[in-house]
């Protein structure tokens, strides 16, 4: 089963300075926090704040074939959690069929906001994912931001991209 998410933001791991992408369900009951690289976060909040840039990026140049080529991306889905790496998956849909392409969360993350198509994320995902479990227990957005912000090395685990 897939539980649809958004992004809510974008923040920096105290702990070893990396971007964190964090996503949260319609309820606010479900969260799960992406650490993402630093160069996939820009491309991310580029899109959140809707600034502009001089020359296409990948993913706006992703965008443009996939309109060029009248296909959509229907829905991205992070799909699997194994060995602390996260997977996704961008389903395209053109002339009718849908296509399923092998992703980085980020990038799939990032495309998403450009098509303003849906999130979803594999109910195993969440279950598996250890942070996502603590997270979940906090329910106030103030708590959880600073308790995302005293998190130590123990705390962390190796979820990476």
Request: neutral net charge; charged residues 35%; glycine residues 2%.
């Given at each position: 089963m897939e539980v649809e998410?958004?992004?809510?933001?974008?923040?920096?791991?105290?702990v070893n300075n990396m971007?964190?992408?964090?996503?949260?369900?319609?309820?606010?009951?479900?969260i799960l926090p992406i650490w993402v690289g630093v160069y996939e976060a820009n491309a991310i909040a580029l899109e959140i704040e809707k600034v502009a840039t001089q020359r296409p990026m990948t993913h706006d140049l992703i965008r443009t074939l996939l309109h060029g080529m009248n296909a959509g991306?229907?829905?991205i889905?992070?799909?699997?959690?194994?060995?602390?790496?996260?997977?996704?998956?961008?389903?395209v849909e053109r002339e009718g069929k849908?296509?399923?392409?092998?992703?980085?969360?980020s990038d799939a993350l990032a495309i998403a906001l450009r098509l303003d198509c849906p999130i979803f994320v594999?109910?195993?995902?969440?279950?598996?994912?250890k942070m996502a479990q603590a997270i979940s227990?906090?329910?106030?957005?103030?708590?959880?931001?600073?308790?995302l912000e005293n998190l130590g090395d123990e705390d962390l685990g190796r979820y990476k991209m």
């Open positions: 998410m958004k992004i809510r933001g974008l923040m920096m791991d105290p971007p964190i992408v964090i996503l949260r369900d319609a309820s606010g009951n479900s991306v229907r829905k889905v992070v799909n699997e959690l194994k060995d602390d790496v996260f997977y996704a998956v961008i389903w849908l296509i399923s392409f092998d992703s980085r969360p594999d109910d195993s995902v969440l279950k598996n994912s227990e906090k329910v106030n957005s103030e708590d959880l931001r600073r308790w």
